[in-house]
């Protein structure tokens, strides 16, 4: 059974940094895609893509946090990260970290969710 247990939300000051943290159990994380999404509970908005890891290491970011979250993963760990830096107001959100399984052929196989983090942003 594979699990994704989240870490590393909380309360910050504008300007501030976090970071998240999902580690995975019951599958291997190399070569698979990881990302993180976020929603704001309330807004009516869709779960929106943050920052994405794809099979081959390539990373895509939304246009509205480039150059201020930096996505990782340490595949020896089964742990992937959301370095988050510069944070704005406009970041609050519960946190969603994914997780995209494919065989070794290149076949889909499965997708994943967290339980979300809650992160606020506010003085």
């Known amino acids: 059974q594979v699990q994704l247990v989240e870490s590393g939300g909380g309360l910050v000051q504008p300007g501030g940094s976090l970071r998240l943290s999902c580690a995975a159990s019951?599958?291997?994380?190399?070569?698979?895609?990881v990302a993180w999404y976020r929603q704001t509970p309330g807004s009516g908005k869709e779960r929106e893509l943050v920052a994405r890891i794809m099979r081959y290491g390539s990373t895509i970011y939304a246009d509205s946090v480039k150059g201020r979250f930096t996505i990782s993963r340490d595949n020896a760990k089964n742990t992937m990260y959301l370095q988050m830096n510069s944070l704005k107001s406009e970041d609050t959100a519960v946190y969603y970290c994914?997780?995209?399984?494919?065989?070794?052929?290149?076949?889909?196989?499965?997708?994943?969710w967290g339980q979300g983090t809650q992160v606020t942003v506010s003085s």
């Open positions: 019951g599958v291997i994380f190399r070569d698979n895609v």
């Open positions: 994914n997780l995209l399984t494919y065989d070794t052929s290149g076949h889909f196989q499965g997708g994943y």
